[in-house]
């Protein structure tokens, strides 16, 4: 069963930055996309990043030119770089794995939901 452990949430003040981990387990983690979801209160999850396992990366249009997403295979961990954080940035932000990018935004992730790392950007 595939398994996800998020890091590295808090509190942080608009335009601040913040790095998201994720490690990744039960799962040959290298051959699948990876990606980062989030949930704010009384909201859908969306996806806001997702990377193949050859580092082709694709963001939403929201965190476009802020967001970095990364991975390293032999880590079996994927990352979230936030920068110029926003208030609406504010969510429990989660990972997963999928086939494919697209899949990942078409159908879902492969996997069950972590516990997800809560990001809170305010003033």
């Known amino acids: 069963q595939v398994q996800f452990v998020e890091s590295g949430g808090g509190l942080v003040q608009p335009g601040g930055s913040l790095r998201l981990s994720c490690a990744v387990s039960?799962?040959?983690?290298?051959?699948?996309?990876a990606g980062w979801y989030r949930q704010a209160p009384g909201k859908q999850r969306e996806l806001v990043a997702t990377?193949?396992?050859?580092?082709?990366?694709k963001y939403a249009d929201s965190v476009k030119g802020r967001f970095t997403i990364s991975r390293d295979n032999a880590k079996n961990t994927v990352w979230l770089q936030m920068n110029s954080l926003k208030p609406e940035d504010t969510a429990v932000y989660y990972c997963?794995?999928?086939?494919?990018?697209?899949?990942?935004?078409?159908?879902?992730?492969?996997?069950?939901w972590g516990q997800g790392t809560q990001v809170t950007v305010s003033s």
């Open positions: 997963n794995v999928g086939t494919s990018m697209g899949a990942m935004s078409s159908v879902g992730p492969i996997g069950s």
């Open positions: 990377i193949t396992s050859g580092g082709s990366t």
């Open positions: 039960g799962t040959i983690f290298s051959i699948y996309a």
